[in-house]
């Protein structure tokens, strides 16, 4: 399997230290590897890709704390956990961030450490390399611009106007001051567009779960989406559509270590277990509730995620609920839900795995993948820029593709007891009202995206009204203040260019 290749030919090659809680800047300076010196073969070239992937891994769900960013500070979840423990997270939640903030540290500096490393790559592997072929270097280079690309999108609607860095830092260029988020943007379109240019639609054996023309052109379809470009958004989405990815028959497959690496997954951080360094999924053991499972009970649904999920005439609740959110009444994998586990009244199904796959003593060490781009995102993408784009009545294909699978989960999921689709569950859109679509497919996203590290994101790019109905239980949130966190006080004290 790809997993496996891509971990153990890093604990040989280019293994640096992920960032952890660590500034980017603390870490060692990647210049100091002589890149014409380094790049002397296919292997080291190889290696230095497969270390700009390391960012992405949820090994320690503390040092790559993006689901705290991207959906604790949303109406999706609350920190959970014991009173008091990892308090910066219970901060993010109630909009009382510092600039010291762990999470907010966390984030920055781990996924910039992802662009120095991809930036080692495009920088080091020169056109007059003579040791690697060009089409290694055409498809090295093209991975480090997805993930580089990847890594300004997480960064930028995280912090909004940030540096751009396209260099390996040196003591020379340390020094970055930010530049408006549009300048941003524009990188990662170019970045995307050369990867997808550069990357083939598929990879085989082991290199099954590298980054893909899919990938690229998704993330830059979602790009235009967050600004606004809705009729690059919607063309964009189409030319993922006709690589041929289908929606899985079951929603549970995406979220499922046996059925991952499916037909609808564009890009998922491939989490394997067992190895050394460790390279598993810590997500498991971080959301699974304390107690007899051994988990520590972060990351909780709340009511209002849960009333999001539409129900049938005769209350028949949409699937997606009972597969994204466990709840007292249902069982919670091969154990029975215990409504002392958790202070909402919920806990998460995705990133989670039964007993009978992870026992108790290895928790902290999962084989799931995380995923990042899916085919369902991309079709809601397409129904979202189609509408906005005053194109509504074709927007309602794509939308109802998503439901369309969703409810058929009582003709495919045995384990709901029932052949036939409730009357009324989730039924196609037919309404053409740009404003009530809007609504509809916001809605749709919520459900269909739950607690896949996003909702905050989506939230701000909706704007300061719905942002401000969204948040309206968290007193201190304010739209103008609190869409972006605050640049980390460490890069700011060594990056003087930024001010104070």
């Known amino acids: 399997m790809f997993k496996k ?15 952890g809680c660590n500034k980017v800047l603390d870490q060692p300076i990647l210049g100091t590897y002589e890149a014409g010196k380094y790049f002397n073969s296919v292997g080291n ?45 219970d901060n993010i939640n109630n909009f009382n961030i510092l600039t010291s903030n762990a999470a907010v540290e966390g984030v920055w500096s781990r996924y910039y450490d992802g662009i120095s490393k991809a930036n080692f790559v495009t920088q080091g592997l020169t056109a007059d390399n003579q040791a690697v072929s060009d089409a290694d270097k055409t498809t090295v280079i093209g991975q480090a611009k997805f993930l580089r690309a990847y890594y300004y999108f997480i960064l930028t609607n995280c912090y909004g106007d940030i540096p751009l860095r396209l260099e390996v830092a040196t003591a020379d260029n340390l020094q970055s001051p930010a530049v408006p988020q549009a300048q941003i ?26 980054a893909t023309k899919g990938a690229a052109l998704a993330l830059l379809a979602k790009t235009y989406l967050f600004e606004k470009k809705y009729t690059e958004a919607a063309t964009t989405a ?68 849960v009333d ?42 995705k990133q989670i795995q039964p007993l009978s796959e992870i026992p108790v003593a290895t928790k902290g060490d999962a084989d799931l993948n995380t995923e990042v781009l899916r085919f369902a995102d991309v079709l809601l993408i397409k129904a979202e820029a189609l509408n906005e784009s005053g194109q509504s009545a074709q927007a309602l294909v794509p939308l109802n593709k998503v439901r369309k699978r969703a409810r058929e989960s009582y003709l495919n ?22 404003a009530d679509l809007r609504a509809i497919i916001r809605r749709e996203r919520r459900s269909e995206l739950a607690l896949e590290f996003g909702r905050f994101f989506d939230i701000i790019r909706y704007g300061s009204a719905y942002a401000t109905n ?31």
């Open 413 to 434: 999921d045995s384990s709901l007891g029932s052949g036939t689709v409730p009357t009324g569950l989730l039924p196609d859109v037919t309404t053409t009202d740009q």
């Open 5 to 19: 290749y891509i971990y153990i030919a890093l604990a040989g090659g280019l293994l640096l230290p992920a960032a």
């Open 238 to 305: 189409a030319q993922v559509e006709a690589l041929g990815y289908q929606l899985t028959p079951l929603f549970t497959d995406n979220f499922n270590a046996k059925t991952e690496n499916n037909t609808e997954v564009i890009f998922a951080v491939q989490h394997v277990a067992g190895l050394s360094p460790k390279q598993g999924s810590g997500l498991n053991q971080a959301f699974a509730p304390r107690g007899a499972l051994n988990g520590y009970g972060f990351f909780q649904p709340t009511q209002s995620l």
């Open 185 to 210: 943007y524009a990188q990662i379109e170019k970045d995307c567009k050369e990867a997808a240019e550069a990357l083939p639609e598929t990879w085989t054996g082991l290199d099954q779960g590298r």
């Open 45 to 89: 070239a190889k290696a230095a890709v497969n270390a700009a992937y390391v960012p992405l891994n949820f090994g320690d769900a503390f040092a790559n704390q993006l689901w705290v960013l991207g959906d604790v500070a949303s109406d999706d979840a609350v920190k959970g956990g014991l009173a008091g423990d990892q308090a910066d997270i």
């Open 470 to 500: 969204a948040l309206s239980d968290i007193p201190n949130f304010n739209f103008d203040q609190h869409k972006f966190f605050p640049i980390p006080e460490s890069e700011r004290q060594t990056n003087k260019l930024l001010g104070r």
């Open 308 to 349: 999001n999920f539409e129900r049938s005439p005769d209350g028949v609740v949409d699937p997606r609920l009972d597969y994204t959110v466990a709840r007292e009444g249902h069982t919670y994998f091969d154990s029975t839900f215990d409504p002392g586990w958790t202070a909402t009244g919920y806990l998460t199904r």
